[in-house]
């Protein structure tokens, strides 16, 4: 019996654990209360690592189908099969590749699925950012010029927070990485600050809040923009020590000029006055945080909305402020030159929609089209890494149409699930116990500079590969170096040439390849800490709080922030017409539980047992209105597909407004989901539209669906 100190790589709080392992299992898991960023924090999913991590349903190694079977294979065998299949495509744009969610909570993404998309060359990328926060990254990637500096609540420092469209107390935060949300939430109103929730739902979030505003659903970029006009009408504009770094004000005041409090008010059910009253809140705290997530990202005018929360920010003094919303260092990174090329998206478009890429990606809604549409470029080969687009992406009934009329289909995935059981051959990684671990992506996004690295707690057993592996073999095969090419030896020649290009010759710690590659990163990163550093603190080392980045880490051309980039403002007049549209009907929205994780953790006992979390919640008046009665069963019909879901009455959501989690309806043949089988629930992607995103990131709308809702 032995303990062993990790991070949780299950969502994005990034919690230290303590874990006991006995016998190569985990038989404990607790919150590490030294971790120098959680504190001990941990939730029902970190408890249930060990479960997670020792589920039977995982696959032990590669499996090929024939015949319909699943059978084992060696992964020499596995690997000649992808060789061979995917190298037989001259057109690459034949081949699409599909990255999931897991891919930025794994060393193995952070470090390789750059590589792997770049050697792919394919125009057909796509990822679950276009079902998430692709608005966040154009909207950042336009004012700042960087699609990474994505400022986030200082939530240790501030006095008044308006929280949008998320519910930190239930996802732990998300492009804020917040150990303890919960915690830090309640300290803010201890120490005398408050904060506000904008949320159709009375969420978790909201119940623990100083007040909550139900707002109409897909409307907050409405009562954004609102509160911006507000700024300017009552000359709240204080842009203090931004003031000359900042560009394009006026034509921000121009932009909100019709969409004052009184025109928006009906619109987003929200009074006047109470809009009126937040902004004047805003600009009166010494220190605020406006802060939007999945609520105002995954809607009809994403990017908009996720723009004005920054400049609302940035007129009121909070943007790159203590306190405010600020811009995280992390170890890995360099600072930057305080100018640069800028961002553009629409390098080249979709080739049956003519949808414009974005971040090299494109909208993961198309991907049925690009399959089915017949013509030069269709998509005939799928790889998927990490992900459950036929459970995740809208119109999921299309989706797993198209993904069984490929001619292969490769997926890098411990389960066989919705998606991967389209696959010809599946190549899991280990489970987490078994692999190293670094937050590339999270780090990015954390409310202190912090930093930890933790090797596996249990090695890998022999025939198995770690997912770093996995990742390299899939991109030195695209390369064409054939399926056994000696990674060693490319990895050695990667290094040295990082190491020309920086001018550097360190002596680099580390036993993997990997570990080298990190070690590169972080002795050229901004505070040259060592990877040797790291393994010297299991705990993690803390390197302060959020420090001041503007200028330095501006990379737009003008070497300021643009306030009102011209690709945002030509988006306003369809954020106007949308004001004066008036949908009839019920609208359907997404939450989440604080015991799932999107769709791939109900397999886990602790976590599903218990009363069924896949349930329609809706009103007490809407449901006496319209004959649904709580535990009883309701038809959900959209434009692409109708549902029966169990329904919740509750006075928990707003009038007009019912609330379906995503990512069960586990009920499909020929996967390997014992648990999840007997807790099915119902895929809500089924009800979802493909047809429906905000044309600026390609993202999809997956809050704000018109729905009709009868009894079943
Ligand atoms: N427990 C758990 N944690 C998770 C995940 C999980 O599945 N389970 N998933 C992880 C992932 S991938 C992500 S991206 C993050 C997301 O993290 P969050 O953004 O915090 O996501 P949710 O918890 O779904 O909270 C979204 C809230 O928005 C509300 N909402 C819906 N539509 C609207 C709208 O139009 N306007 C407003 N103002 N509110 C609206 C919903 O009622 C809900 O309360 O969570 C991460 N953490
Ligand atoms: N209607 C609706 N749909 C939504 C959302 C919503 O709010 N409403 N939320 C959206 C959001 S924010 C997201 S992020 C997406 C998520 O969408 P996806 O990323 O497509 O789906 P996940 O459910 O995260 O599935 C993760 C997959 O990775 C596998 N996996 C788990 N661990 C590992 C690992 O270590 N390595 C590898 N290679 N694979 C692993 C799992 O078995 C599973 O197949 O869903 C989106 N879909
Ligand atoms: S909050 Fe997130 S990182 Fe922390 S224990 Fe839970 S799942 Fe893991
Ligand atoms: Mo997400």
Redesign the pocket.
């Known amino acids: 019996m032995r303990t062993e100190y990790t991070t949780c790589p299950l969502?994005?709080a990034t919690c230290g654990l303590e874990l006991t392992i006995e016998d190569d299992r985990i038989t404990r898991v607790r919150g590490d209360r030294q971790d120098e960023f959680s504190k001990g924090f941990i939730?029902p999913?970190g408890a249930s690592l060990g479960q997670l991590d020792a589920d039977p349903d995982r696959l032990a190694g590669p499996v090929v189908k024939r015949d319909g079977e699943f059978v084992p294979v060696s992964w020499d065998e596995a690997f000649r099969i992808v060789d061979e299949k995917l190298n037989s495509y001259a057109d690459r744009n034949q081949i699409a590749i599909y990255l999931g969610?897991p891919v930025v909570h794994s060393l193995a993404g952070g470090l390789y699925a750059g590589p792997l998309r770049k050697a792919l060359r394919s125009r057909n990328v796509f990822t679950?950012s276009t079902v998430?926060?692709m608005p966040k990254h154009v909207s950042c990637g336009y004012m700042y010029g960087s699609i990474f500096s994505i400022p986030v609540p200082d939530i240790d420092r501030t006095d008044f927070m308006l929280i949008?469209?998320?519910?930190?107390f239930?996802?732990?935060?998300?492009l804020w990485t917040v150990p303890d949300a919960p915690g830090r939430l309640k300290a803010l109103q201890k120490r005398g600050g408050s904060f506000v929730v904008?949320?159709?739902?009375r969420?978790r979030?909201?119940a623990a809040a100083d007040e909550h505003v139900p707002?109409q659903?897909?409307?907050?970029v409405f009562l954004l923009l609102a509160l911006i006009h507000e700024v300017f009408a009552s000359s709240l504009v204080s842009l203090g020590r931004l003031e000359e770094h900042v560009a394009g004000v006026d034509e921000v005041r121009a932009l909100v000029a019709d969409f004052s409090p009184d025109a928006v008010s009906a619109r987003c059910g929200i009074p006047a006055e109470t809009i009126r009253s937040l902004a004047q809140r805003i600009a009166a705290a010494p220190r605020a945080a406006v802060y939007g997530?999945?609520?105002?990202t995954t809607?009809d005018y994403g990017t908009v909305g996720s723009w004005a929360v920054d400049v609302l920010n940035a007129l009121t003094g909070n943007l790159d402020s203590p306190g405010g919303m600020m811009f995280p260092l992390p170890v890995h990174s360099k600072r930057g030159r305080g100018t640069g090329s800028g961002f553009e998206t629409g390098r080249w478009t979709s080739r049956v929609r003519g949808y414009p890429e974005i971040m090299g990606e494109l909208p993961a809604v198309t991907m049925a089209d690009e399959i089915e549409t017949p013509g030069e470029g269709q998509v005939r080969a799928l790889i998927t890494v990490g992900g459950n687009p036929a459970l995740s992406v809208p119109n999921s009934a299309r989706l797993n149409e198209a993904l069984s009329s490929l001619e292969f289909m490769v997926s890098v995935d411990p389960y066989l699930n919705e998606t991967t059981r389209h696959a010809d051959v599946i190549l899991p990684p280990p489970p987490p116990s078994r692999r190293d671990h670094y937050d590339l992506a999270f780090f990015n996004n954390a409310v202190r500079n912090v930093a930890k690295y933790s090797r596996a707690v249990i090695p890998l057993e022999q025939g198995r590969l770690d997912e770093t592996d996995i990742f390299f073999r899939l991109t030195t095969i695209l390369l064409g170096m054939g399926p056994a090419a000696d990674l060693d030896a490319i990895a050695a020649f990667q290094l040295a040439s990082l190491q020309e290009k920086a001018g550097t010759s360190f002596e680099l710690d580390g036993i993997t390849r990997e570990e080298r590659l990190l070690d590169f990163k972080l002795r050229t990163g901004a505070y040259g800490v060592s990877l040797q550093q790291l393994l010297d603190n299991p705990h993690g080392i803390d390197l302060g709080p959020l420090c001041e980045r503007i200028p330095e880490i501006l990379r737009t051309p003008s070497g300021k922030i643009e306030l009102a980039p011209a690709f945002i403002a030509a988006d306003i007049p369809r954020v106007l017409a949308g004001l004066s549209t008036v949908e009839e009907g019920m609208v359907l929205?997404?939450?989440?539980?604080?015991?799932?994780?999107?769709s791939w953790m109900h397999n886990v006992p602790s976590l599903v047992k218990g009363k069924q979390l896949c349930t329609l919640l809706v009103n007490t008046d809407d449901a006496s209105r319209l004959g649904l009665v709580d535990g009883g069963a309701a038809q959900v019909t959209s434009r692409v597909g109708k549902v029966e879901v169990t329904v919740e009455v509750t006075d928990d959501i707003s009038r007009g407004v019912v609330?379906m989690p995503h990512?069960w309806g586990h009920d499909q043949p020929g996967t390997r989901l014992t648990v999840a089988r007997e807790h099915a629930g119902v895929n809500v992607n089924l009800i979802t539209d493909d047809l429906r995103l905000d044309p600026l990131s390609g993202t999809a709308v997956l809050?704000?669906i018109r729905v009709q809702v009868m009894p079943a």
Request: proline residues 6%; positive net charge; hydrophobic residues 20%.
């Open positions: 969502c994005e939730c999913k969610n679950a998430d926060q949008l469209g998320a519910d930190p239930s996802s732990n935060g998300s904008v949320d159709p739902r969420s979030t909201a707002i659903p897909g409307t907050d997530r999945i609520g105002t809607v929205v997404g939450r989440r539980h604080l015991r799932t994780n999107n609330s990512g809050n704000g």
